[in-house]
């Protein structure tokens, strides 16, 4: 993905005279350089320039086109598909927009609120749908000031449905999608690109498919950025429609909508709403078959595989847009199958990057939050200013505080139930906290058979890089260190390491050895007995809730502990242990014991209180090795502790 | 050097319940954190900090004494000497103030000048002289405010002589010393060090000893941290002196002035203004070796280092004054026998940092000036803010123009003569200009018997780091590659390493192999041939007189070629080549031909000529090897580009 700019002249035979570029000292004083690090030229380029991008290189893509779900819990499950289908590497996602469903307000479920949590919290490139039919002026700019404001940079603008049969042109109203794209450039100047919808068999409301297409020019020459077509059946409709849309002058990239028939149903319903005309070839497979969901899903998949194959094939197409309807199995069969699906693209830095424009230069985050990163930029949201290059340059970080509850803050993915099955129905002590711990490191099921398979602190399975030290984790999590965060030391991998690598290739990564977990009194007091042998080599913090704070920290310096060297660059720090916002994490690592894990037990229950115990008791403590280059010494820390307690 | 503050509390026994210390979240709104890593907690104390920590320490300390110049030639000698002696480790130096010489003025030998030097281009903590007798309130006013603006912390409260005899009090005028750290405190609050000065016999002038010990306390009183005495002959005249203030309250530090003997004449006339009488029993020494100048010296130290263990070892001398008279061999003698000198102290960085508060934060410099630090200081001396932790975060350094001449700017410090000697009294053609590259580097004389101690890009002889690549260096300079700056690659050597180390013990340090040279465009062309092959591998920037700038640096970002690793610590990136300002030094290393060399020789000699011929035909290239664990490429990219042009 990474694409360096090279500034090179060739001066192979001229250079005696002319060869380079001429640039003088002047040109100290004016320099156009970032201020941060380029480590991914993508991350600083707007949607239109990424598919021109995509387009030059011949590298083809796909984007993804969501609605807004209905309840919060659907929300939580859309937020961990678009993590899920973000892994592999659309251009951007969309979302559309109901004005039946109050889109702009600030619900969990509004559509503004969904985008805001694709770009901010998943990190991916967005476009917000927006219609304008039936709807003033002062709404619509407030709709646009708000996607403005909450990072959104991208609006697809529609007409929308008129209300009712006897709907009537405004004068000076929004009556056509080209009002709106008017309003956005008048109001707005370049700040969105502007995505427009195109109709391959011309709008249904259209005095004709000529005059479809002239409404179409319109829209892109009033100043959108590039059109997203209907769904159609056949290649051949997109590809004629194109031509035409050429014909008369439109050359901004057309991308074809590609919808993958994944029911009986869901093929109606759409066909009444976009009346769209299914073909009888299609028609005469589907009838026999349609109460077989598999079959048909099957099915659905073949034709969309091989329509944009031919799509592809034309030379035409560089992008697919899929309509999801918010599942994830056909999508994503069509995609694997088309091969553009790419699991894993190399990572600009080890933690996924917010798509908001400000937090675009963000580059250095605390390591607490590494299983929580929804959690920390929801913290962090109110910031100026992110911290660019090094952590210390941001004076005083002041976390948003936990009372702000938030679809991911301080909740499971995972309903009730299944926590009480993976965590334990009924507490005996201790020890059976000890077991679940236990369990997650190990992927074994707990003693009545379930796989405990999250966490309070870590809502997925267990990060590859930690399997690294599974083992290590396994015994100490027996025995009472509760681990929740850690990483192995590393000295100098390729940057392109499977496991540990980031950033682009020809770089060598780094990692000091970490370890974060809770414990009683009774082992961090050996424990600190302990650790004075290892004085210079490991720094630590130790913190109780009630934040007695016992640290060896130079005066309260962040220490970094995963960085990276790339060629002709500056030294990447992407992540530190911070002393400071330690005490921001710790009221929510604590907080979690009790949100996540005692509440799900009656109140006075003997399980409660072996959590709210253990919540107001144990120690949180963190471990740095600062010898990266030696053998990580803090499993002998540990083995020390516990030898000390003997 | 360093000194980690360490905020551990220990916990052993109480950490149940109240052993750490308690901070709670709120911390993180208001931390005291610095916003640059601490490397060194020196560079952020103030001198009366400084002297109280190694008070506390018991680790011994000494300051040195320098006059003002009275020619330009002997300012550039006295800095010298300030960056020889500096290496021995001083706690400060200090200057003194001549009201007839113009002390406050912008000369290049006033007082205030040499104490900005000292400060800002050798990086000493500097104590400013500064008398009252006989000047009007605006203009000391208008000297501390200049000294202020420069950087200086640190003033002398004296109240030098009065002009004649017929010197009366003025009422509200400065009529002593007290006067003047009144003002100072009164006008500068806290800002200013101020020392004053004590006399082990008593002010010449004062009615009696008890008298001036009573005028001394006025002083403390008024606002001195410290004393610094006048000189004496025996250690129980200190003593007695020191017992006497602390019965009067003084509990100030008190420093011992010392005079080590240098010579015959200079004894008489320091005792004749100073009023002070020499004891019969070194005059009997003395007398008798008047006219040998070696035995009076070797006796004025023998005298001197028993004294300064007399003093030491009373427990109650923690620091030794010395008033050097300007010279380095005594002094120098004294301290290496008292075990007090501290040659190549720890490095806190891998350059050496400028004394001046508003550049003590300054952590990046850019590689070219690595041998010319103080030409760096003094053209970017106007910047109001200094890259802190990252060299982009300084968005367009501009940097001083080449027009502004300077003592140590475009001058050497050796005399025309000497340098034709080392640099060729007549040139014969580009091969002669090889020869003195090739014999700077091997350290053997050139073909008349001189060895070439300095190169106008280098006033100095080779770095001992620069060893390391002796014979890879004079190789290629033989053939034409004229070399001005490199450094080896380094895989995490440890901080404490005699050469390459650099930073607090405990950490590790890198950097990627550098070779900066000039060369022909015959060379560059068959050069830029081979770099096609390293593409990836090595990056370049090749630029002429002109500003004809090829390059192959990523969006004009820097590249950073020495980092540090420390426990406990963000990451330090001392050294990076900055695309930007390798235009600025480009012009000043192109300068440097004309400014030091061609000006050598008469106008159209043909010696003048063959320089002029390179100045405007040859490229200065900078090479980096992004690969540093692996072996150094760029002698096999130097090998390959000889082997195209066979």
Not at 309 to 335: I, K, P
Not at 374 to 402: H, M, V
């Amino acid at each position: 993905m990474v694409n360096e700019t090279q500034h090179t002249c060739s001066a192979s035979s001229s250079s005696k005279s002319d060869g380079g570029s001429s640039s003088g000292s002047e040109s100290s004083k004016d320099s156009s350089r970032c201020s941060t690090p380029v480590l991914d030229a993508d991350r600083h380029e707007r949607l239109r320039e990424k598919m021109r991008r995509r387009q030059d290189s011949g590298d083809k893509w796909f984007s993804l086109e969501f609605f807004p779900p209905r309840t919060a819990n659907a929300a939580v499950n859309l937020i961990s598909r678009f993590d899920r289908m973000g892994a592999g590497g659309p251009l951007f996602i969309d979302v559309t927009w109901h004005p039946a469903g109050d889109p702009g307000s600030d619900k969990e479920t509004s559509s503004m609120i969904i985008a805001n949590t694709a770009v901010n919290y998943c990190g991916l490139e967005t476009i917000l749908h927006m219609t304008c039919c039936n709807q003033s002026k002062d709404d619509i700019t407030g709709h646009l000031q708000k996607a403005k404001r909450l990072g959104l940079k991208n609006i697809m603008a529609l007409r929308g449905d008129p209300a009712g049969e006897e709907w009537e042109e405004e004068v000076d109203g929004f009556n056509y999608a080209v009002d709106l794209v008017k309003h956005i450039r008048n109001e707005f100047d370049d700040y969105f690109d502007i995505c427009v919808a195109g109709y391959p068999k011309g709008h249904p409301e259209a005095e004709s498919y000529e005059a479809d297409l002239r409404h179409l020019k319109e829209k892109v020459f009033a100043g959108a950025d590039f059109i997203i077509t209907q769904l159609f059946f056949r290649s051949k409709t997109f590809l004629k429609f194109m031509k035409d849309c050429q014909a008369i002058g439109i050359t901004c990239p057309i991308i074809p909508g590609i919808f993958p028939i994944q029911g009986y149903h869901s093929l109606r319903q759409l066909v009444k709403l976009s009346k769209l005309e299914v073909p009888q070839e299609i028609k005469d497979v589907i009838e026999p078959i349609k109460d077989n969901d598999a079959a048909i899903r099957n099915y659905g998949v073949e034709l969309a595989v091989s329509m944009c194959r031919e799509l592809l094939d034309s030379g035409m197409v560089h992008g697919l847009h899929f309509y999801t309807l918010n599942r994830e199995v056909a999508t994503t069969e069509v995609l694997k199958r088309l091969g553009i699906w790419k699991e894993d693209p190399r990572r600009p830095l080890p933690w996924a990057v917010s798509a908001h424009p400000k937090r675009r230069v963000e580059d250095v985050r605390p390591i607490f939050w590494a299983s929580r990163p929804k959690s920390y930029i929801y913290r962090t949201q109110e910031w100026d200013d992110f911290p660019n290059g090094r952590w210390g340059n941001s004076s005083s970080p002041a976390f948003g505080e936990l009372k702000d509850y938030y679809l991911f803050y301080l909740k499971s993915k995972s309903p009730r139930e299944e926590l009480l099955k993976m965590w334990g129905e009924e507490l005996t002590g201790e020890e059976s906290v000890f077991e679940v711990f236990t369990c997650y490191i190990t992927g074994e099921p707990n003693k009545n058979g379930h796989k405990v398979t999250c966490m309070p602190w870590n809502d997925d399975p267990l990060a590859t890089e930690t399997n690294l030290l599974k083992e290590q984790l396994e015994k100490v999590n027996r025995r009472g260190i509760l681990t929740i965060n850690s990483q192995p030391n590393i000295n100098g991998k390729p940057s392109t390491d499977p496991i540990v690598g980031w950033g682009p290739s020809g770089g060598y990564v780094f990692q000091k050895a970490y370890l974060e977990f809770f414990t009683s009194s009774e082992i961090v007091t050996a424990l600190l007995k302990v650790l004075k042998k290892y004085e210079l080599r490991v720094n630590y913090h130790i913190v109780n809730v009630k934040g007695q704070n016992i640290t060896n920290a130079p005066d309260l310096q962040p220490n970094a502990v995963t960085w990276g060297i790339f060629p002709g660059r500056e030294i990447i720090q992407p992540t530190v242990v911070d002393p400071v916002s330690f005490l921001s994490w710790k009221d929510e690592a604590f907080a979690l014991w009790i949100e996540q894990w005692a509440k799900l037990y009656e109140e006075e229950s003997p399980s409660r209180m072996i959590i709210q115990y253990i919540h107001d008791n144990y120690y949180l403590v963190n471990l740095v090795d600062n010898d990266f280059p030696l053998e990580n010494c803090l499993w002998q820390v540990v083995d020390d502790t516990f030898e000390l307690l003997n």
